[in-house]
């Protein structure tokens, strides 16, 4: 599998260029609370990141970007990426069709050595959701959600991964809705139409001291992040454009229980920012990408809401990924700087980012 180099040329000391993911495994003794690092700088915008065991690397390819050679990837060291598990099962820049991977977004690696993704199908039309073995590369499932849960024209980006009672959760940012999809039968269900899904109009996205647009409108984005607690038993969500974290029992989702049942057991957890990404960890602390403060915030246990992490290079942090080390690992991409948000064209500069941030012990 041929690799892909940077086609330009990076500025760094011979330290850094020694380094590799490999060796930026764990903390050591002199690692603070908050202490941010590079990881890699890319020459394509990374969509949402995923750290695996054995220090591997993987990410998607943000579709809002220019089209490019591959839609997932796996990070090799800090300037190379390689197609994963291979490019013939990716759209690349040809014509979309149902053999290959055509536009995903959200990723995440469960506890037993699967790769998932969301596969929004913008060109394709359809919404899928793909597994993968991580050691073989073999594709292990591949849902395609009915048009009743996932009508054409939806944007279903994140997604959040049960392996022990083997369900999915996705969220639908243009349909306002959250998605449960059974893993052996592809049976779904969708939950919309509650306030706690929808864009708060206070929650405004100022970056830059510029308030950002989204398709010639202010940005007001619904239901994005979610996560689950370590025992799988809670949903949390909340809007990219909101300042509420919320819970919900999983169990009225996998049960199929009714609307009305859903939303009367969503429960308000504490604040959130304005943020595109989260990640829960198994101490129960709620991580969020600081979209207006280039940022990444800690949601602690007592209900307090901290800033762990400030630096200017963190533009536009997309996603946050607990990994198996400690660490955040953080897609940094520039997207308000693309067409769909600009309505020009794209401004992004090269190169874009993967950084981590260590969180305390």
């Known amino acids: 599998m041929k690799s892909v180099t940077a086609p330009f040329h990076l500025i760094a000391s011979a330290a850094w260029l020694a380094l590799s993911i490999g060796t930026l495994n764990s903390a050591t003794a002199a690692t603070q609370t908050g202490d941010l690092e590079l990881v890699a700088q890319l020459p394509i915008r990374p969509g949402n990141v995923a750290p695996a065991p054995n220090n591997r690397l993987f990410a998607t390819v943000h579709p809002l970007g220019a089209p490019g050679p591959a839609q997932l990837i796996e990070i090799i060291d800090s300037t ?117 899904l929808q864009a708060e109009p206070e929650a405004k996205m100022i970056i830059g001291g510029k308030a950002i647009e989204y398709q010639g409108k202010p940005a007001s984005v619904a239901v994005n992040p979610l996560t689950l607690s370590k025992d799988r038993a809670t949903l949390f969500f909340g809007a990219m454009n909101g300042t509420t ?66 630096d200017a290079r963190l533009d536009w942090p997309d996603s946050v990924h607990v990994s198996d080390n400690g660490w955040l690992y953080i897609s940094v991409n520039q997207l308000y700087k693309t067409t769909a948000f600009t309505g020009q064209q794209d401004s992004g500069k090269p190169p874009y980012l993967v950084m981590r941030v260590w969180p305390g012990e």
């Open 80 to 196: 190379h990426y390689q197609p994963w598990p291979h490019a013939a099962i990716q759209r690349g820049t040809a014509t979309a069709s149902d053999e290959k991977i055509d536009s995903p977004l959200g990723i995440v690696v469960d506890s037993k050595n699967r790769l998932w993704i969301t596969d929004m199908g913008l060109s394709l039309g359809k919404t899928r959701v793909w597994g993968f073995d991580i050691d073989s590369g073999r594709e292990l499932y591949r849902i395609e959600l009915p048009q009743a849960i996932a009508p054409k024209g939806s944007f279903v980006q994140e997604l959040a991964v049960d392996d022990q009672a083997g369900w999915v959760y996705l969220a639908d940012i243009a349909n306002p809705g959250l998605i449960a999809v059974e893993i052996a039968t592809g049976k779904a269900r969708r939950f919309s139409g509650h306030p706690a």
């Open 245 to 310: 974290w919320y819970s919900l029992p999983t169990k009225l989702l996998r049960e199929d229980a009714d609307d009305k049942q859903v939303g009367a057991a969503i429960k308000r957890v504490g604040p959130k920012p304005v943020s595109d990404g989260a990640s829960t960890d198994a101490r129960g602390r709620h991580f969020f990408t600081n979209l207006n403060e280039n940022g990444i915030d800690v949601l602690n246990t007592d209900g307090s809401l901290r800033p762990l992490v400030r």
